[in-house]
């Protein structure tokens, strides 16, 4: 089937479209899970996470990479991520860092660094940055940062490989926060 580009209808579109308002109502979904385990603080695990990204792509199944994946980044670029020896291991080491900031009064600092790891390390098969934001909102809710979820899945970031993309993530974010916070009062 060729492909036209000069439908005026749209209608080439219209299957793009329907996925991505799937796509984003699995994360409303999702986002809701994320804020109620953050609401009651349920502790987020492996387990809840991976939970997450079933709901995120509307499987039932393990959701952990097992095999070597080769990923387009937002350059346009291809890369090659090799096996994982255990993404569960990697997965909990991360949460369990970003806990320890979180309790210690870094919240921004907990929610970008399990964000950017999660995506870097590339844990799922699938919906790894939308897994990573929830990931992230969860410790800014939990620990009564006021950023909303839908406005980190918006952001629109770089490549996290590149110098300073991190940094300007967290940067982001902290002022997300400030304009938030002055909204609230």
Same mark, same amino acid.
């Given at each position: ?6 439908? @005026? ?5 219209? @299957? ?42 509307? =499987? ?7 095999? @070597? ?60 940055? =939308? ?14 940062? @006021? ?26 974010? =902290? ?6 916070? =002055?909204?609230?009062?």
């Amino acid at each position: 089937m060729t492909q036209q580009t000069d439908d @005026p209808t749209g209608s080439q579109k219209k @299957p793009d479209s329907l996925k991505r308002q799937l796509e984003l109502a699995r994360f409303d979904r999702a986002l809701e899970v994320s804020e109620s385990m953050a609401s009651r603080r349920v502790l987020l695990t492996t387990t809840e996470l991976g939970r997450l990204n079933n709901i995120l792509t509307g =499987r039932n199944e393990d959701p952990w990479r097992q095999a @070597p994946v080769t990923i387009t980044l937002p350059s346009g670029a291809s890369e090659t991520l090799a096996l994982m020896s255990d993404p569960l291991v990697t997965t909990r080491e991360k949460l369990h860092h970003a806990t320890e900031l979180a309790e210690s009064g870094a919240v921004i600092d907990a929610a970008v660094d399990v964000y950017a790891g999660l995506v870097l390390a590339h844990v799922f098969e699938d919906a790894n940055r =939308r897994t990573a934001v929830l990931a992230a909102h969860y410790f800014l809710h939990r620990y009564g940062v @006021p950023v909303s979820g839908i406005a980190l899945h918006e952001i629109g970031l770089g490549d996290l490989r590149e110098e300073g993309q991190t940094e300007l993530l967290r940067e982001t974010i =902290r002022q997300m926060a400030k304009f938030a916070t =002055r909204q609230r009062s």
